[in-house]
């Protein structure tokens, strides 16, 4: 379709602008924020064994509707801390009754999911067009998710994550789990002082994760700034929040 053709060309570049500017983590192959591993459906028990289990992501599909925001930042290996990249995806998500999904990608382009239909739009919402590229259980969907890039940060380090705490994060009652700062033993940038950081935040209630970063903080020459990936959950269930209605100005594909 024109849409795939304009839209995938545009967002590879981004990604790849931004992926090689990082350093692979020194625990096993895994780069921060670039999914390699899909973790298991597990059950995390608050106060029990303090160990956090790797799938929590999961669970969001068992929630009936929430809002997300997710971004990643990269920076070079001889960047100051100024010279960084960074994308941001935000949106809503209903499981229940019919899978919908409405998102901001990059402010680039927006995508509009109500079962099997999907639209786009290259102008803020002013006109959109079907896509068939965008449907429910999509490879394309599922990218822009925040659980795409979840699994190889939080799934694949499960064993070094501890809790810190119980602590109210977006609302929600959570335990707040730390990571080891060995976690971050290969993420230094040449000339520029990084401190890894790694903390998530998991409700209470439905087991799943409500907030994450995993990344570094770095300073060089007076400037400071961060660079990894970090994700937020919000408007849990909020049937008014969070509803979606199918677009109007739909322009027909030219053929």
């Known amino acids: 379709m024109v849409i795939g053709s304009v839209r995938k060309p545009a967002r590879v570049l981004v990604a790849a602008s931004l992926a090689l500017g990082l350093i692979v983590a020194a625990c096993g192959s895994s780069t921060p924020g670039i999914p390699n591993v899909n973790g298991s459906n597990g059950v995390n028990v608050p106060g029990g064994s303090g160990s956090l289990t790797s799938g929590l992501a999961s669970n969001l599909d068992t929630l009936t509707s929430y809002q997300f925001s997710w971004q990643y930042s990269g920076a070079s290996a001889s960047a100051t801390a100024a010279d960084t990249g960074s994308f941001g995806i935000s949106g809503t998500v209903i499981n229940s009754p019919t899978k919908s999904y409405k998102i901001n990608d990059l402010g680039m382009m927006q995508v509009i999911v109500i079962g099997a239909q999907g639209w786009t ?3 803020n919402g002013d006109t959109w067009m079907a896509s068939t590229d965008y449907t429910s259980g999509s490879s394309s969907l599922s990218s822009l998710l925040p659980d795409s890039m979840y699994g190889s940060d939080f799934d694949t380090n499960v064993t070094s994550f501890s809790v810190a705490g119980e602590e109210t994060k977006n609302g929600v009652d959570c335990i707040h789990y730390a990571g080891n700062s060995d976690l971050g033993a290969g993420g230094a940038l040449v000339g520029v002082a990084a401190t890894f950081k790694a ?3 998991v409700a209470k209630s439905g087991n799943y994760p409500v907030s994450g970063f995993y990344g570094w903080t770095v300073a060089s020459g ?7 990936y970090s994700f937020d959950i919000t408007h849990v269930n909020d049937a008014t929040a969070n509803a979606i209605t199918p677009p109007t100005n739909v322009t027909a594909v030219p053929t």
């Open 121 to 123: 739009s290259l102008d």
């Open 199 to 201: 903390d998530l935040w």
């Open 222 to 228: 007076g400037q400071s700034g961060t660079w990894g």
